[in-house]
């Protein structure tokens, strides 16, 4: 059973608009929440995380809202650039922070168009 | 920055062989990580370490086996590869105080087992 979800497979958007990616979970155990980017043949590299305790992250072009009563998160990408095409994965854990593992959705694409 | 590196980029092995992967941390990270990653499923859990020795189950470790003997090293190991085994292994490590930072993951290797 998938604990956490991300439905959209892939997302298409034109540079310098907003991109919005969704995850769903339905652990409610989870405390920290995380978002990685990876690029083809690279591994996932860290991009913001937020705690169960928050509603909102933001770093610099990037925010994370989390909605606990939904069990939903969103990462915001504004303005969103070409460099920013890749796949981005949502990631949950316990109260252990991670110690034990991440549980990771199965991605979505984003594609930026020019 | 954490430098996480793995020992190969690509391996083709055949069915039955033993397969060792190697991983690399050197932040002196107290958490290491093996997930691997099928198009369409995300990163799935193999196995993870707290310590020098301590070893779990993650949410996949059928197949597989892991050693840590070193707090820098942790390897992971196919006994006897399968066809099914063909994926991207990712390496990750954690320090145990800095839960939203995240894993910090390796390059990844491609193994494929004919």
């Known amino acids: 059973d998938q604990q956490v979800k991300q439905n959209s497979p892939s997302l298409s958007v034109q540079e310098g608009r907003i991109s919005i990616l969704n995850c769903d979970y339905t652990n409610s155990m989870f405390d920290y929440f995380l978002w990685y980017k990876k690029y083809p043949a690279e591994g996932p590299t860290f991009l913001i995380s937020?705690?169960?305790?928050?509603d909102k992250n933001e770093d610099g072009r990037f925010t994370v809202f989390l909605n606990k009563s939904a069990k939903h998160l969103s990462l915001h990408i504004v303005p969103s650039q070409p460099g920013d095409s890749a796949v981005y994965f949502c990631a949950a854990s316990g109260s252990g922070g991670g110690a034990d593992g991440l549980t990771f959705g199965k991605g979505t694409h984003l594609i930026i168009q020019p | 920055d954490v430098k996480v590196t793995q020992s190969s980029r690509y391996l083709v092995k055949r069915t039955g062989e033993k397969v060792f992967l190697e991983c690399v941390q050197d932040?002196?990270?107290?958490?290491m990580f093996w997930y691997r990653q099928d198009p369409g499923l995300g990163l799935r859990l193999i196995y993870f370490s707290y310590d020098v020795k301590m070893k779990e189950k993650g949410d996949i470790p059928e197949g597989y086996s892991v050693s840590r003997e070193k707090k820098e090293r942790f390897s992971l190991i196919l006994e006897s590869a399968s066809t099914n085994q063909t994926s991207m292994y990712l390496c990750?490590?954690?320090?145990?105080?800095?839960?939203?930072?995240?894993?910090?993951f390796g390059p990844g290797t491609r193994l494929t087992v004919l």
């Open positions: 932040m002196d990270h107290e958490n």
């Open positions: 937020i705690s169960s305790i928050k």
């Open positions: 990750a490590s954690r320090s145990g105080q800095r839960a939203l930072r995240g894993q910090f």
